[in-house]
Structure formats: structure tokens, C-alpha cells
């Protein structure tokens, strides 16, 4: 069964950090680009990060760009996101998501149960 | 960066309705848009690609349209399972999501 299972979310104070954890099983994670996507409680969903196969290249949203860094480690099949200088409005649920081609298009089609990120004193 | 812009944000509405939902981006996208639905405390799941291919074992109620920067998901009769709430997102530059449209009962 294809699955992805985040870890790491708590509580942490303002300007704090948290290592966010993604453990993929039934896939090969090697062979695909994968994603953090986030959701603040009561809000909509936001696109966080992206990073490709090999983790040569990263993309950020401007909210989190210099503050999180996205890494994987395809040899433990394990997609990461370092949250520095965590600020009150990354409260969220955080999504690791796995996109799908088809054809000229991609989606997300995989999808964690997501872990809760609580920034406050 | 590209924005999404759904309409309405909510909707109340029957069993057996049929519900109608807008999607426009800030610039052209091409069909580079895909359609999920969103259950309390769940992931989302994807309903629509590509602005209108329909993602597998997702019911034929549900359709997609549009292209460029105008987009629709229509539900042809509402379920009792289809109340959740409806995301946009399009996939033509770094991804972004609509703000959502919750689907609620009437």
C-alpha cells in the first residue's frame, strides 16, 4: 500500500525550530519530486516546498523562504522539513504530498494524514 | 505567483442539487488545473486534472471545465458523501491553491 506518514509536529515557541519527518512506503521515493503543504486550523490548504529526485533542487513559497529547508533521503525513503525561526502564523497542519504526471499534467495524489505544528508561548 | 480565486466561498445546498463552483487564476494557466475535496480532519483528495479528466474511481457526477484563466467544477447531483470542502489548484508555475469552497448542507 502506497503511504506517507509525518512526524515530528508539537508545540514550539516563537523562534523556535522543528525538524518535520515524511516515512514513504509502497513506492519507490527515489522516483519522485515531493512536496509540504500546509493547512492552518480552520483555513485553506497553502503550498510550502517542493524538492526534486535527487534533492538538487528546491523550490519555497515566499513565507517560508530562508526560515525552512526541504531534504530527503531516498536511502531511508524520507522526505524532511527543517522549520527555523517558526513564527505564529506557521501554525498548521503539515501535509508531505507526493505529485503524480499524466501526460503534460501533475496533481498531488498521495497524501500524509499530516502533522499539527503549534507555534506560541 | 500565481493566484486562485474561488467563488463562492460557501454554498448551502440539498441532496440531489445540482452545485456549481468557480475557480479563476491571476494570469493564464493553460488546462493546468486540478480540482480536490476536503473532509473534516482528512487529507484531501484529488477529484480532477488537467481542468477536466476525472481522476479514477471519482463518481461522473462530478465534471470539470474551462481553460485559460476561468474554471468550473460542477457536482450534477449532490450526495450526501460530496459535502466537504472543494479545492482549486493549478500546476502551470510553482503550485497554488484556491482559497476553498465549503459545500454545506441546506
Known amino acids: 500500500e502506497v503511504q506517507l506518514v509525518e512526524s515530528g509536529g508539537g508545540l514550539v515557541q516563537p523562534g523556535g525550530s522543528l525538524r518535520l519527518s515524511c516515512a514513504a512506503s509502497?513506492?519507490?521515493?527515489?522516483?519522485?519530486?515531493m512536496h509540504w503543504v500546509r493547512q492552518a486550523p480552520g483555513k485553506g490548504l497553502v503550498w510550502v516546498s517542493g524538492?526534486?529526485?535527487?534533492?538538487?533542487?528546491?523550490i519555497y513559497a515566499d513565507s517560508v523562504k530562508g526560515r525552512f529547508t526541504i531534504s530527503r533521503d531516498n536511502a531511508k525513503n524520507t522526505l524532511y522539513l527543517q522549520m527555523n525561526t517558526l513564527r505564529g502564523e506557521d501554525t498548521a497542519v503539515y501535509y508531505c504530498t507526493r505529485p503524480w504526471n499524466f501526460g503534460n499534467y501533475w496533481y498531488f495524489d498521495v497524501w500524509g494524514r499530516g502533522t499539527l505544528v503549534t507555534v506560541s508561548s | 505567483d500565481i493566484q486562485m480565486t474561488q467563488s463562492p466561498s460557501s454554498l448551502s445546498a440539498s441532496v440531489g442539487d445540482r452545485v456549481t463552483i468557480t475557480c479563476r487564476a491571476s494570469?493564464?494557466?493553460?488546462?493546468?488545473l486540478n480540482w480536490y475535496h476536503q473532509k473534516p480532519g482528512k487529507a484531501p483528495k484529488l477529484l480532477i486534472y488537467g481542468a477536466s479528466s476525472l481522476q479514477s474511481g471519482v463518481p461522473s457526477r462530478f465534471t470539470g471545465s474551462g481553460f485559460g484563466t476561468d474554471f468550473t467544477l460542477t457536482i450534477s447531483s449532490l450526495q450526501p458523501e460530496d459535502f466537504a470542502t472543494y479545492y482549486c489548484q493549478q500546476t502551470y508555475s510553482t503550485p497554488s491553491f484556491g482559497g476553498g469552497t465549503k459545500v454545506e448542507i441546506k
Open positions: 494570469e493564464t494557466i493553460s488546462f493546468f
Open positions: 524538492i526534486n529526485t535527487d534533492g538538487s533542487s528546491t
Open positions: 509502497g513506492f519507490t521515493l527515489s522516483n519522485h519530486w
